[in-house]
Each structure stands twice: as C-alpha cells, then as structure tokens.
C-alpha cells in the first residue's frame, strides 16, 4: 500500500472521489486517507463530506474497525435523523460484529417502512447463509426475485444455494433465467451442463453434452466445457439406451475432444503424455 499521508486534503478528497466513480473499494487506503489527512478536515468537504463519510464507514466494516464506523454513523444521524439509508449501515454494523439476531430486526424494520428498497433484503439474505441458514436464505431470496426479478446475482445466489441443499433441478431453473438474461455467456451454459451432468441419467447427460458444445462455441478456450464434451460423450457412448448410429456419433466427439485436449497440453507434453492424459480422463468427474 502506498504512502498517502503527504497529500493535501484537496488532493486526498478528489482520489476518494476518483475511487467512488470507479466503484473502487480500496478499504485500506480510504482508511490511510482518512486517519491521516480527512479526519480532521472534514468540515472543508462542504456538501461531499457526507459521501465521504458513507465510503470511510463501508472500508471501516471491511477492515472492522468498529470505533471508525460509529463516529461515520453519528455523524451521518445527526444529519439524516430518519434516513434509511444510514440505519442500513448500524445493521451492517451489527452483522460485523456477528450480532446477527439484532441485525435482522433492524433490517425487518427496514423491509416494513420500503419494501422496494432491494439493500436491506440483500443484507438479510446474507445474514442468514452467513448463519448457515439456507432454507430460510432461500425463502427470503425467492420472495426478494418476485419483486426484483431483473438481478442477476440475486439468481446465481439463489442457485449456489440450491446447489448447496442439492437441489438440482431448482439450481437449473436458476441458471436457465441467468442464461435468458445473458445468453452468450459461455460460463452460465457451462454452469448449466455442470448441473445437469451432476443430476445424471441418459436424458440429462444428453441435455449437459448440448450446453458444453455450447459453451465451447461461444469460448474455443473453455477447457471445463471440453472436458465435459469428452465426459458426457463417453458417458452416452457407454449406455445401453444408445442407439448404433448415435453411439459412432459419439465416439468420434469423443474422439475429436481428445484430440484437442491432447493439443491444449502439447505446451507441457514432457509432463502429460498421450497416455497419461487418456489414463487421467478415465477418472475425472465434472464437481
């Protein structure tokens, strides 16, 4: 971390600003500017010390120095006495500290006077995986995507949580609307595959071996999605529910994915050989 405290309160203030532009956390640094130079120079800020005073409070909670983040709330009460906003930062405060149960009754309080205000629900579905409560972190993030249903992490969240709970089929439906909602994202068509490989049976096997193809189109260079080519097709190939003609099919992608892994490792041929690739392919698992 670079030495910041030779910088005029002018300068330290135009960087804070440049990293609040660029969604640059920076926690560390905006603390080293703050103790160093803006402390004490906070009433020259004029009407910007307030945002400020918000980005000194969130590096405060990342780097838990707790008597940091009080002044930054009271200071912040005193001038906004009934905002919303500023009581989302003392229950941030309150899960820092692991006083979860307090932090959701401040967050419920929150939820009751706005229910269109996305922040606390976010905050509670937090708390309660960081409780290991998923279940109760499903339920909440179900009803949260019924009202916000356009947020895309609020869809990748609810589907690692399903996964978690291995709840495959509802951790696809997931995957299905991020992919509705970026369908030329090779990792979402890989993370899809992933599931449905992971599911099992001839049909999803079959549906996984689609999306790896798809994944590999959109990305030549997804080596996860090629070896899921490979696994998938020798998984088909194998089964008794195969038909002659789709299992020669099958066979040559086998064949040809192979082939371009062997490519892919022919920059390290000295330490994986043709035969040692093909031995370390016949028990590798997608997971």
């Known amino acids: ?110 939820i009751k006077k706005d229910e269109t205000n996305n922040a606390p629900r976010k905050r509670k579905i937090s708390i309660l995986r960081a409780q290991g409560k998923n279940v109760e972190a499903i339920k909440e993030l179900t009803e949260y995507l019924k009202i916000f249903m356009s947020d895309i992490e609020g869809w990748q969240e609810l589907s690692d949580l399903y996964i978690a709970e291995q709840d495959y089929n509802k951790a696809a439906f997931c995957v299905e609307e991020l992919i509705l909602h970026n369908p030329h994202n090779h990792l979402l068509h890989q993370r899809y595959a992933d599931i449905r490989y992971t599911q099992g049976g001839y049909d999803n096997v079959e549906l996984a071996r689609g999306y790896y193809c798809q994944a590999l189109k959109l990305n030549q260079n997804n080596l996860r999605a090629l070896y899921g080519v490979y696994l998938t097709s020798s998984s088909i190939a194998a089964s008794p529910k195969c038909t002659a003609q789709k299992k020669k099919e099958m066979l040559k992608l086998v064949d040809w994915a192979l082939l371009e892994i062997k490519k892919r490792y022919s920059v390290v041929k000295d330490t994986f050989t043709d035969n040692n690739i093909e031995e370390r392919l016949s028990v590798l698992q997608i997971s």
């Open 1 to 110: 971390m670079n030495d910041l405290s030779n910088l005029s309160w002018s300068e330290a203030r135009d960087l804070l600003r440049t990293w609040r532009d660029d969604n640059d956390r920076r926690s560390e640094e905006v603390l080293q500017l703050w103790k160093s130079v803006l402390e004490y120079n906070l009433n020259k800020l004029g009407g910007e010390k307030f945002s400020v005073l918000e980005q000194v409070c969130l590096a405060a909670l990342d780097c838990y120095q707790i008597p940091t983040v009080d002044y930054c709330i009271k200071q912040l009460s005193n001038e906004f006495p009934s905002s919303l906003r500023v009581k989302k930062y003392y229950a941030m405060r309150l899960e820092a500290q692991e006083c979860y149960d307090d932090a959701l009754t401040v967050l419920d309080s929150l």
